[in-house]
């Protein structure tokens, strides 16, 4: 993980590190021309892995009472509706040119609030803790 995208909070972070270690693992499973189960199932794992971060994220949140709540909440619903619809379509088509493409929005969009609103988060956290 490079330091640009490091919050310094250790559950947010390591959760990070295991979203692009699924996302590289799709990223494979499409560009080796795995079958289109196995590449469902990857999306899937992804989709499922990045709600639960999210879920964790709004905990802590929860938790700090974090003043920013309801704009980073209001990106994980949008966010999570994207990579849903992104799993359906891979499920029904399998991975086809756009895919990559699609992931590779989809991968700048989570990129760029990591950089923002999840370091303001973790700031947060750390001076009010
Ligand atoms: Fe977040």
Same mark, same amino acid.
């Given at each position: 993980?490079?330091?640009?995208?490091?919050?310094?909070?250790?559950?947010?972070?390591?959760?990070?590190?295991?979203?692009?270690?699924?996302?590289?693992?799709?990223?494979?499973?499409?560009?080796?021309?795995?079958?289109?189960?196995?590449?469902?199932? &990857?999306?899937?794992? !992804?989709?499922?892995? *990045?709600?639960?971060?999210? =879920?964790?994220?709004?905990?802590?949140? #929860?938790?700090?009472?974090?003043?920013?709540?309801?704009?980073?909440?209001?990106?994980?619903?949008?966010?999570?509706?994207?990579?849903?619809?992104?799993?359906?379509?891979?499920?029904?088509?399998?991975?086809?040119?756009? &895919?990559?493409?699609? !992931?590779?929005?989809? *991968?700048?969009?989570?990129? =760029?609030?990591?950089?923002?609103?999840? #370091?303001?988060?973790?700031?947060?956290?750390?001076?009010?803790?």
């Amino acid at each position: 993980m490079t330091p640009d995208i490091e919050t310094g909070n250790q559950l947010i972070d390591s959760e990070h590190i295991q979203i692009f270690d699924a996302v590289n693992a799709l990223l494979d499973a499409c560009s080796n021309g795995r079958g289109r189960d196995k590449i469902a199932e &990857t999306a899937e794992f !992804l989709a499922t892995y *990045v709600g639960m971060h999210f =879920s964790d994220e709004e905990n802590l949140q #929860k938790k700090c009472k974090y003043p920013n709540m309801e704009g980073h909440l209001a990106f994980h619903k949008r966010y999570r509706k994207d990579v849903s619809d992104f799993v359906d379509k891979v499920k029904k088509n399998g991975a086809t040119v756009q &895919t990559l493409g699609e !992931l590779n929005a989809l *991968v700048s969009k989570l990129i =760029s609030h990591i950089r923002q609103e999840d #370091k303001r988060l973790a700031a947060y956290i750390r001076e009010n803790s």
